[in-house]
């Protein structure tokens, strides 16, 4: 029996509402046959060369605290990465940080930068945990529309509009969860604009960032005057299928990232030594795995993407990511929570309403397409089923 009261729980703590991922996972955990396209996680196991390296360290007796950085190894190689993808040179010693994946990254920006009351301008649809991150931080999430017409991709124009004088921090996703958006380069331009004209920061979740389809994807450090008001936030997760190593990292101007790692030091100590050894091998052997992954995401997505317009629930092409987000409020009337819990009980096909993102996802619905392609096929014959049952 509970006898701690809910009064005694932290404000910011009762400010967070419970995820509507998990809400789902929890409910397709007790059903069998369902499909699953809620969770957004590869399907692939992660490749056989990185689950070695990691279990050859193990073997080797390397199970010991790694500096709270990180190896030197695997930031030398991030290094090395990121002067390919993006012509910018950091200094491994001083401007990278290992974490305990992306989300972790995220909370220590929020951390290190944001003061009770301080302003964080980020978009809508956006990733659950940038709100509830900004607020266990004591900030205010400044949520920004984002617009089917535009692809969902965040303008700098509105990003302008929502600058107050408590504005802070600018946060980005790229490609976005749950929509798939990806920034164009002219409105990253725009927004690096205004960071300088306004003298902000802007910290940029770049997880998704090697499964970009039919567009190029631009880093906003890499513009003029940007490295030293940017962080830089990406992992292994998404693109090598590593989301239970729990790897990612942080790059930065020295002064934020020595600020980041004194809550990381406290907090977390150091990422996984094993998971490490394997994030370099990824680094380091990896590139045809992603290539593979990407291109049978982008097959899986075009098929996904044109049997949803097919059955009539509008979808925009998503060009990042493995998202696809559907427009579902004319269908029966129902909501996109009543739309996704229906079509969960009713055709064991388990999406996540668009509501769970922000206000600017209610009618939508988020479809992860990062399962077999069979099983998508199968999904879609399902929802077009439950679709014209309540059309």
């Known amino acids: 029996m509970d006898v701690i009261k809910r009064s005694t729980l932290s404000q910011r703590v009762q400010q967070v509402k419970p995820s509507g991922i998990r809400k789902f996972f929890d409910i397709i955990n007790t059903m069998p046959n369902v499909i699953s396209l809620g969770v957004g996680e590869p399907d692939f196991v992660t490749p056989e060369h990185i689950r070695q390296a990691g279990i050859a360290s193990i073997q080797a007796g390397r199970t010991q605290y790694t500096s709270n950085y990180g190896t030197l190894a695997l930031r030398e190689e991030i290094a090395r990465m990121l002067q390919r993808r993006t012509g910018l040179t950091y200094d491994p010693a001083r401007q990278l940080l290992v974490t305990v994946g992306v989300s972790e990254g995220v909370d220590l920006v929020m951390r290190t930068l944001i003061d009770p009351g301080d302003e964080v301008i980020s978009s809508d649809p956006g990733y659950v945990a940038y709100e509830a991150d900004i607020i266990f931080s004591g900030g205010v999430a400044v949520p920004v529309t984002t617009y089917a017409e535009y692809n969902f991709a965040v303008r700098a124009a509105d990003i302008e509009a929502a600058i107050t004088p408590r504005t802070k921090l600018i946060l980005l996703g790229t490609p976005n969860n749950p929509t798939g958006a990806v920034i164009p380069r002219e409105e990253l331009e725009g927004i690096a604009r205004i960071a300088i004209k306004y003298d902000l920061i802007v910290a940029v979740d770049e997880v998704y960032s090697r499964l970009v389809y039919d567009i190029e994807h631009f880093s906003i450090a890499s513009f003029p005057g940007m490295q030293e008001r940017t962080i830089l936030l990406d992992g292994f997760s998404k693109a090598y299928a590593m989301t239970g190593w729990r790897v ?4 930065a101007p020295s002064y934020l990232l020595e600020a980041m790692c004194k809550i990381h030091q406290y ?32 097959r899986r997505g075009k098929m996904l993407v044109a049997g949803l317009n097919r059955i009539g629930l509008p979808t925009c092409k998503p060009h990042g990511a493995f998202y696809a987000f559907p427009y579902v409020s004319g269908v029966g009337g129902m909501s996109d929570e009543e739309f996704a819990e229906r079509l969960l009980v009713e055709e064991e096909v388990a999406v996540v309403p668009g509501s769970s993102f922000g206000d600017a996802g209610k009618g939508y619905v988020r479809v992860a397409y990062c399962t077999a392609y069979e099983k998508l096929e199968e999904a879609l014959v399902r929802i077009d089923r439950f679709v014209k049952k309540y059309s």
């Open 267 to 298: 907090t977390i100590m150091c990422a996984g030594t094993a998971a490490q050894e394997a994030a370099l091998e990824a680094l380091r052997h990896g590139e045809d795995d992603v290539l593979h992954m990407q291109a049978d995401y982008a």
């Open 248 to 251: 990612g990292y942080v790059a």
